[in-house]
């Protein structure tokens, strides 16, 4: 199960969830409990290096999706 990092847009706290890549919206702060957030990419680990694997499941790879 890949991990995805954010940072709460309302009180900012960072957080990693264990969810699955269409899931992801769901997830709240685990502080507020607010869904208004924005993806921390450079705390997953999983996207560094050539392969991007949320790609696949119709993600955006940061590296390489932004044209
Ligand atoms: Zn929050």
Redesign the pocket.
Known sequence: MPKYSFQ?R????GFTVNVPWQEKENAQ?P????KDKSPDYSKVGVIAGSACPIKDTGGICPSTGAT
């Open positions: 709460c309302n009180c900012g706290t702060c502080k507020c409990g607010s």
